[in-house]
């Protein structure tokens, strides 16, 4: 059974920094495309960050120069780092791992609030 568990979520303040962690278990995590995408309240799911099975990583504009994704293919596990965060980053977060099937994880909530 394939999971994707997430973790990392909290309340932060403007200008602060969180990272999100996403452990996965049940696939050849190696093999598998790797990204975060998140849903604030009364909006769409909107890409953040992916990476693939090399080095290449993804940005969605919006969060360009100031999150970085990475991944450790020997503790399958997989990144977000959030710098110079803004009220508008507010959402859940969702890790997903795409191959030959996509799968995704619950979900974590990223609060930015003073």
């Known amino acids: 059974q394939v999971q994707l568990v997430e973790s990392g979520g909290g309340l932060v303040q403007p200008g602060g920094s969180l990272t999100l962690s996403c452990v996965a278990s049940?696939?050849?995590?190696?093999?598998?495309?790797m990204g975060w995408y998140r849903q604030a309240s009364g909006k769409e799911r909107e890409f953040v960050a992916g990476?693939?099975?090399?080095?290449?990583?993804y940005y969605g504009d919006s969060v360009k120069g100031r999150f970085t994704i990475s991944r450790d293919n020997d503790k399958n596990t997989v990144w977000l780092q959030m710098n110079s965060l803004k009220s508008e980053d507010t959402a859940v977060y969702y890790c997903?791992?795409?191959?030959?099937?996509?799968?995704w994880g619950q979900g974590t909530q990223v609060t930015v609030s003073s």
């Open positions: 997903t791992a795409a191959g030959a099937v996509d799968y």
């Open positions: 049940g696939l050849a995590f190696s093999d598998h495309r």
């Open positions: 990476i693939g099975t090399g080095v290449d990583t």
